[in-house]
T-cell receptor, first 112, second 115 residues
Framework: GDSVTQMEGPVTLSEEAFLTINCTYT??????LFWYVQYPGEGLQLLLK?????DKGSNKGFEATYRKETTSFHLEKGSVQVSDSAVYFC???????????FGTGTSLTVIP | DSGVTQTPKHLITATGQRVTLRCSPR?????VYWYQQSLDQGLQFLIQ???????AKGNILERFSAQQFPDLHSELNLSSLELGDSALYFC??????????????FGPGTRLTVL
């Protein structure tokens, strides 16, 4: 079945460091891919999405490119801030069956 | 604030009991999704409703049921509760109900503790 695999956390970075959180997926057909973020004590928020191969989603300095050849959707940010500390979830959705799958989440802590 | 409201915020109950979690979607959204977040299972999709009708079913146990009412609010009913049902339950809403393109807006969650 369809699934999403994220890199294990937690990840701790210094402010202004470069961030990569790896995400790979297994799916039939052409799923849509998402990154959601969960700040402490809050619900999830959509960070960015891509609905077809080679699409790049971007928001708040974060980027991810839908790579069908490597079945990946890695999240990157050039310079993280303390306020980026949160849990990041990669997710996949299929139009057919309307199923939604989340990865296990990666906790990021940015220290000043 | 996502505009999605969930009540109650916390719920503590005993094994074998039944509880109801309530969700009000964002104004204008027609679809409601329910998720369970636990330490061992992660974030799992349970069920989705669109304009009162069930649209998709995920890993929802038979002891759990949900419905969406004419005013579009939704309730998730959990019965014969077990210790393992302790989790954070999220509701999300979206406009069209197409999870492959829609942005889902998540509520703050209901934390259920089963003792």
């Amino acid at each position: 079945g369809d699934s999403v695999t994220q890199m294990e956390g937690p990840v701790t970075l210094s402010e202004e460091a470069f961030l990569t959180i790896n995400c790979t997926y297994t799916a039939t057909g052409y799923p849509s891919l998402f990154w959601y973020v969960q700040y402490p004590g809050e619900g999830l928020q959509l960070l960015l999405k891509a609905t077809k191969a080679d699409d790049k989603g971007s928001n708040k300095g974060f980027e991810a490119t839908y790579r069908k050849e490597t079945t990946s959707f890695h999240l990157e940010k050039g310079s993280v801030q303390v306020s980026d500390s949160a849990v990041y979830f990669c997710a996949l959705a299929q139009y057919s069956g309307n199923q939604f799958y989340f990865g296990t989440g990666t906790s990021l802590t940015v220290i000043p | 604030d996502s505009g999605v409201t969930q009540t109650p915020k916390h719920l503590i109950t005993a094994t074998g009991q039944r509880v109801t979690l309530r969700c009000s979607p964002r104004s204008g959204d027609l679809s409601v999704y329910w998720y369970q977040q636990s330490l061992d299972q992660g974030l799992q999709f349970l069920i989705q409703y669109y304009n009162g009708e069930e649209r998709a079913k995920g890993n929802i146990l038979e002891r759990f049921s949900a419905q969406q009412f004419p005013d579009l609010h939704s309730e998730l009913n959990l019965s014969s509760l077990e210790l393992g049902d302790s989790a954070l339950y999220f509701c999300a809403s979206s406009f069209s109900g197409d999870s492959s393109t829609d942005t889902q807006y998540f509520g703050p969650g209901t934390r259920l503790t089963v003792l």
